[in-house]
């Protein structure tokens, strides 16, 4: 501890800088945990209605003050200056932050491996990406305009917009009118343990609680059911694979 810091009269341009790095984290938490009392008291549902309300309110307002003080002009509350990037650098963008998401996510399992067991990794991530799932979902429906019940058809459109669909080659086939199958041809984690020489890392257990989560917040008449996921054994061609079916 410095005993010396006082008040911000005591940061220089540096320290300051990481204080505001320093803010910008807690912001995020802050959104995060509110957003898990709310889902503690009143269910994951109506907390994804009420985030749906807070978002774009407590967006506009962070950045037309952010704008105002960085200055960074905005359109239609998107900074002008992203609107204004060659698409292939936004399409990069995408990449990077799919692949800063899957890091985040490592990172996490790691840190609770090394500080307790892989098993309470492993059961904080399946109840981890269950709850993430279930508001990326909510997310990409309504920035893609779906209507409550959007059916596989609006299922197969959002799957595309995934954070992971960003770092992983996926493929869809329609196998009949009322079911389809998802493939995971290429897995970045499983294709970076390949390559060290490792087994598949053993996910059946949370992608069952990623998929049917994912699945029933686009549509809760949606059953998910796994057809191969390792510790499964599975064909050169993909790693998991995934019925997804709806009654008529």
């Not at 109840?127 to 990409?140: P, Q, T, Y």
């Not at 796994?226 to 079916?245: I, K, Q, V």
Request: charge should be negative; proline fraction near 4%.
């Amino acid at each position: 501890m410095d005993s010396a810091i006082k008040g911000l009269d005591d940061l220089d341009n540096h320290r300051l800088s990481e204080l505001i790095i320093n803010m910008f984290h807690q912001i995020m938490v802050h959104h995060t945990i509110y957003f898990l009392e709310v889902e503690h008291q009143f269910g994951m549902p109506n907390a994804l209605e009420i985030m749906g309300q807070v978002f774009p309110q407590s967006y506009s307002a962070q950045m037309k003050r952010l704008g105002k003080t960085l200055g960074i002009e905005m359109e239609d509350s998107v900074p002008k200056a992203l609107i204004d990037m060659p698409r292939e650098q936004l399409l990069a963008l995408i990449k990077s932050l799919g692949s800063n998401w899957l890091a985040g996510d490592g990172i996490w399992f790691q840190a609770v491996e090394q500080n307790y067991s892989v098993l309470d990794a492993q059961r904080c991530a399946g109840g981890a990406v269950g709850k993430f799932c279930a508001f990326e979902a909510s997310s990409i429906k309504k920035f893609l305009g779906l209507p409550e019940l959007a059916g596989l058809e609006g299922l197969k459109q959002a799957l595309k917009f995934r954070l992971y669909h960003q770092v992983n080659v996926q493929s869809i086939i329609d196998e009949s009118p009322n079911s389809i199958i998802f493939y995971m041809n290429e897995c970045v984690v499983q294709t970076t343990r390949k390559r060290k020489g490792l087994d598949d890392y053993p996910c059946k257990s949370t992608g069952m609680m990623e998929y049917r989560s994912f699945a029933s917040a686009i549509d809760h008449r949606i059953i998910t059911e796994c057809l191969g996921c390792p510790p499964d054994s599975h064909p050169e061609e993909w790693y998991c694979a995934w019925r997804f079916s709806i009654v008529p």
